[in-house]
Nanobody, 118 residues
Framework: VQLQASGGGSVQAGGSLTLSCRAPRSILSEFWSYTLEWHRQAPGKERDLVAGISRSGSLEYAEDVKGRFTISKENTRRSVRLQMNMLKPEDTGVYYC??????????WGQGTQVTVSS
């Protein structure tokens, strides 16, 4: 599955950005069953989970983004979004979307850069 991510950019601390990730039309009928996640890779660091949403709608957030970030999905649009508010310089990094099928097959988007200046 080829995921297409968009929405990165540069903002000042306290600003907002919305990231989007869309899956191809070919998986429309099964998109609902995917677990969808956003991960962040800061410069010189490992890629870490930021937020996730299961096929049942259960949500998971990293501690440092709780209350500021919101993950959501639209099955009919085959998309997952990450609304990021009150951004901090430490949120800077490359953000990747990830889709996991029930059988464990995983696909990653190409990554989108988010830069937050103080």
């Amino acid at each position: 599955v080829q995921l297409q991510a968009s929405g990165g950019g540069s903002v000042q601390a306290g600003g907002s950005l919305t990231l989007s990730c869309r899956a191809p039309r070919s998986i429309l009928s099964e998109f609902w069953s995917y677990t969808l996640e956003w991960h962040r890779q800061a410069p010189g660091k490992e890629r870490d989970l930021v937020a996730g949403i299961s096929r049942s709608g259960s949500l998971e957030y990293a501690e440092d983004v709780k209350g500021r970030f919101t993950i959501s999905k639209e099955n009919t649009r085959r998309s997952v979004r990450l609304q990021m508010n009150m951004l901090k310089p430490e949120d800077t990094g490359v953000y990747y979307c990830k889709a996991e099928r029930p059988d464990g097959t995983t696909s990653w988007g190409q990554g989108t850069q988010v830069t937050v200046s103080s």
